[in-house]
């Protein structure tokens, strides 16, 4: 079975009750967060399979300590573009 796609901004919709907005501004901040939602969805994707690949490395016998340690100028890209979601 295939696992559902994350969803980046549920913790942040399941913290709008808390904030006691108006239905106005929480129907803002939904549109502002459904419009990132693809590109987020995009980064969090990615990050998963960065991960994977990290702990493919991290596994094998004997690790390979240039692959783990190595910058990734398109892992370094993912975090700068997630950050600027928030900064919107």
């Given at each position: 079975m295939?696992?559902?796609?994350?969803?980046?901004?549920?913790?942040?919709?399941?913290?709008?009750?808390?904030?006691?907005?108006?239905?106005?501004?929480?129907?803002?901040?939904?549109?502002?967060?459904?419009?990132?939602?693809?590109?987020?969805?995009?980064?969090?994707?990615?990050?998963?399979?960065?991960?994977?690949?990290?702990?493919?490395?991290?596994?094998?016998?004997?690790?390979?300590?240039?692959?783990?340690?190595?910058?990734?100028?398109?892992?370094?890209?993912?975090?700068?573009?997630?950050?600027?979601?928030?900064d919107?």
């Amino acid at each position: 079975m295939a696992r559902r796609p994350p969803l980046p901004f549920d913790h942040i919709l399941r913290c709008l009750g808390v904030l006691r907005l108006t239905d106005a501004q929480k129907a803002d901040i939904k549109a502002v967060l459904e419009a990132a939602k693809p590109e987020a969805v995009a980064i969090a994707l990615k990050l998963k399979s960065d991960e994977a690949a990290l702990k493919a490395e991290i596994e094998k016998t004997p690790p390979e300590p240039c692959a783990i340690g190595r910058p990734s100028c398109s892992s370094t890209r993912t975090v700068e573009t997630a950050k600027a979601l928030f900064d919107r």
